[in-house]
Nanobody, 121 residues
């Protein structure tokens, strides 16, 4: 069974840092783009950052200069380093990835279960 499992969320004070991890496991042939998204209470889910399998990245304007997305292809893992956190970064953070589960199958979009990040003093 293919799954994405996030970790690293928690409670942090404004100005602090957290590092999120998301590991893909199961019968995976290849991994395409990977991304982090978030959903705050009462708001729509939004893309935070994405990284292609070439390493090309893009970020939401609200996190540019503060967050860094990276990936370790050998570990099938994507990371999100979050610095200078603000109260408005409070949300459930979800990772998603384009995964191919067999050589003849197309890439399909998979999502993790989410991890809570709370920024509060």
């Amino acid at each position: 069974q293919v799954q994405l499992v996030e970790s690293g969320g928690g409670l942090v004070q404004p100005g602090g840092s957290l590092r999120l991890s998301c590991a893909a496991s199961g019968s995976i042939v290849s991994i395409g783009a990977m991304a982090w998204n978030r959903q705050a209470p009462g708001k729509q889910r939004e893309l935070v950052a994405a990284i292609g399998n070439s390493g090309r990245t893009n970020y939401a304007d609200s996190v540019k200069g503060r967050f860094t997305i990276s990936r370790d292809n050998a570990k099938s893992t994507v990371y999100l380093q979050m610095n200078s956190l603000k109260t408005e970064d409070t949300a459930v953070y979800y990772c998603n990835a384009d995964l191919r589960v067999s050589p003849l199958a197309p890439y399909s979009d998979y999502w993790g279960q989410g991890t809570q990040v709370t920024v509060s003093s």
